[in-house]
């Protein structure tokens, strides 16, 4: 049986921790959006052309929490991931990145409806994602 062959989208994911209390953001994804409707996430989105993993993970967390203040400490998980069915079309390599801000004001993109600040244990107890919670149990082995 011949397999078919797709474009592999980049995608970059971000454990953000706050360095004045030590507790993760997650956001609520809106049940207006096309996937994953009302399910906690962390902060991501897919690559774009010649951008770096960096960039794009800068620009994700602007995007989705308005957070520039961003320190980038370091890859913790790189997974394979289908947004949705699994076929050619949906499969994403997602590169999880564990960084830091001062910041504990959020500015939610129309994306999401709610944010927390957890500790990650808490988090923990929140999310259903299994890649996530994968993601927030390497974040705590790495502090």
Same mark, same amino acid.
């Given at each position: 049986?011949?397999? $078919?062959?797709?474009?592999?989208?980049?995608?970059?994911?971000?454990?953000?921790?706050?360095?004045?209390?030590?507790?993760?953001?997650? *956001?609520? =994804?809106?049940?207006? #959006?096309?996937?994953?409707?009302?399910?906690?996430?962390?902060?991501?989105?897919?690559?774009?052309?010649?951008? /770096?993993?960096?960039? /794009?993970?800068? =620009?994700? #967390?602007?995007?989705?929490?308005?957070?520039?203040?961003?320190?980038?400490?370091?890859?913790?998980?790189?997974? &394979?991931?289908? =947004?949705?069915?699994? /076929?050619?079309?949906?499969?994403?390599? #997602?590169?999880?990145?564990?960084?830091?801000?001062?910041?504990? &004001?959020?500015?939610?993109?129309?994306?999401?409806?709610?944010?927390?600040? *957890?500790?990650?244990?808490?988090?923990?107890? *929140?999310? &259903?994602?299994?890649?996530?919670?994968?993601? #927030?149990? $390497?974040?705590?082995?790495?502090?």
């Amino acid at each position: 049986m011949k397999s $078919k062959e797709g474009r592999i989208y980049i995608g970059i994911g971000a454990i953000i921790e706050n360095t004045m209390t030590g507790k993760i953001l997650l *956001l609520r =994804r809106s049940g207006k #959006v096309e996937f994953a409707k009302n399910i906690w996430d962390d902060v991501g989105g897919r690559m774009r052309p010649f951008e /770096t993993p960096e960039e /794009t993970l800068r =620009r994700e #967390v602007y995007e989705e929490t308005g957070i520039t203040e961003l320190e980038i400490i370091k890859p913790i998980d790189v997974s &394979n991931y289908y =947004r949705g069915e699994r /076929t050619a079309e949906n499969q994403m390599i #997602v590169i999880t990145y564990w960084c830091k801000t001062a910041s504990l &004001n959020v500015k939610l993109s129309a994306e999401h409806d709610q944010y927390k600040w *957890l500790s990650p244990e808490e988090a923990l107890a *929140l999310i &259903n994602d299994f890649s996530l919670k994968n993601n #927030v149990k $390497k974040f705590i082995q790495e502090k």
